[in-house]
């Protein structure tokens, strides 16, 4: 059974950094894309950034491009999401998920993902 987890969330200071990881289970990531996605309490679950599969281009909703970077590591079969420079509005859980293609825009839905993982929680704050 295909399946996504999320991990890596946690803690941390306006302008801190934290990774996450989306580790794919029961089927090669690389084969799909991965996108990242987040929803804050009270909002709705908005786009972040999605690889695309293979050699996997790479696309950033307009809230965070040169802050995060999404990247594959394929010798471990997950999608990491490198956030820098954080924000206490990137508070959110973050969740990845799978599908054929990415979104043709992460700055609004529908996002049209298969398979999502449980998230992971990202706290910015002082």
């Known amino acids: 059974q295909l399946q996504l987890v999320e991990s890596g969330g946690g803690l941390v200071q306006p302008g801190g950094s934290l990774r996450l990881s989306c580790a794919a289970v029961g089927f090669t990531s690389d084969l799909h894309a991965i996108g990242w996605f987040r929803q804050a309490p009270g909002k709705e679950r908005e786009g972040v950034s999605c690889?695309?599969?293979?050699?996997?281009?790479?696309d950033y909703a307009d809230s965070v491009k040169g802050r995060f970077t999404i990247s594959r590591d394929n010798a471990k079969n997950t999608v990491d999401l490198q956030m820098n420079d954080l924000k206490p509005e990137d508070t959110a859980v973050y969740y990845c998920?799978?599908?054929?293609?990415?979104?043709?825009?992460?700055?609004?839905?529908?996002?049209?993902?298969?398979?999502w993982g449980k998230g992971t929680l990202v706290t910015v704050s002082s």
């Open positions: 690889i695309g599969s293979g050699v996997g281009s790479t």
């Open positions: 998920a799978a599908a054929w293609g990415c979104p043709y825009s992460l700055n609004s839905p529908p996002y049209d993902m298969h398979y």
